[in-house]
């Protein structure tokens, strides 16, 4: 767990992170015009990450968070963008003092179930 922390951690400190996201990881896939990257979250990323999280919210599998609340944990989630929408998002909420982190909201679109974008979230965080 220290070394996904870490990992995570790194997007903040090694690579310089500046609150407005950066590549981490991210993918570039060229064919059938299609383009999807794995970036930090922005906050013109709130509709798209509230759009895959309201019906896990709806039936309890998630704990529900205003719109205020993601705003407030942002800089903790990571989304896949696939041609200009967010397909997928997960967040890390680090522990410092214990060490460890805890993973949340690993949420992906339907459409897109099956095609590895929840291995791609836990292997970011």
């Excluded at 705003?71 to 989304?79: G, K, M, P």
């Excluded at 397909?87 to 459409?111: H, M, N, R, W, Y």
Aim: aromatic content about 8%; some cysteine.
């Amino acid at each position: 767990m220290v070394d996904l922390i870490w990992f995570w951690l790194r997007g903040w400190v090694g690579l310089g992170w500046d609150g407005m996201g950066v590549e981490m990881g991210g993918e570039d896939e060229v064919g059938d015009d299609l383009y999807e990257g794995t970036r930090m979250a922005r906050v013109a990323d709130l509709p798209g990450i509230k759009q895959l999280l309201q019906p896990l919210e709806d039936s309890g599998t998630l704990t529900r968070r205003t719109e205020e609340e993601l705003l407030i944990e942002l800089n903790s989630f990571i989304v896949v963008e696939r041609e200009g929408q967010i397909i997928a998002c997960s967040a890390l909420f680090p522990f410092f003092e214990d060490k460890c982190g805890e993973v949340a909201a690993i949420t992906v679109s339907p459409e897109c179930r099956g095609q590895g974008q929840g291995e791609k979230l836990l292997g970011m965080t």
